[in-house]
């Protein structure tokens, strides 16, 4: 299982949201493309702002939180994406290096035509990054916002502090 939030760490150490800070979207979408199971701890989809009783009932205020919209088409993601799928029946992650791999973590998932790439910029600035190797080329769509994106050598793409970009093969 791969998790930004648990029992555990809501408890001692605080909810996600103030753990991760700016790069909590980041970690959430990491979660998910990356190789495991995602776990989504009771209240993440609500924006939980408070640490559980760790013993005792503590009720969650069930609403629609900043980032449900998120898990909602990570979830769909997950579940339509092949190479995103997990243990035997899904796709290893690939590294594709960057010009910036101190700050910049890229990755591949699955073979031609049913491929994810995913970026994400793990640094509190900006960065425009090229990639080295050729394991992404190729025609996608943006996985959570649907704009085209074809990826060639000298292809360059801008992420945000914290941002982070996952494209799904166009096939």
């Known amino acids: 299982m ?13 909810v996600a949201s103030v753990v991760y800070g700016d ?17 989504i701890h009771n209240g993440q989809e ?20 900043e980032h449900a919209g998120l898990f909602r088409k990570l979830v769909a ?12 029946h899904g796709a290893p992650m690939v590294e594709v290096p ?14 031609a035509g049913e491929r994810v790439f995913a970026v994400f910029n793990l640094s509190p600035e900006p960065r425009e990054v090229r990639f080295a190797l ?3 080329h190729g025609a996608y769509r943006d996985a959570l916002g649907g704009e085209p994106m074809t990826f060639a050598t000298d292809t360059t793409l801008a992420l945000p502090a914290w941002g982070f970009r996952i494209f799904a093969e166009d096939n």
């Open 2 to 14: 791969v998790y930004t939030d648990n029992h555990d760490q809501n408890a001692w150490d605080d």
């Open 23 to 39: 790069a909590y979207p980041a970690a959430i979408a990491l979660s998910f493309v990356g190789s495991g199971m995602p776990l």
């Open 46 to 65: 609500a924006d939980l702002a408070h640490k559980l009783a760790f013993f005792d009932k503590d009720a969650i205020v069930w609403k629609q939180g």
């Open 77 to 88: 993601l997950k579940t339509r994406q092949r190479a995103l799928w997990n243990g035997e």
């Open 98 to 111: 960057t010009d910036a791999t101190e700050h910049v973590y890229a990755f591949t998932r699955g073979t």
């Open 134 to 136: 050729a394991r992404h």
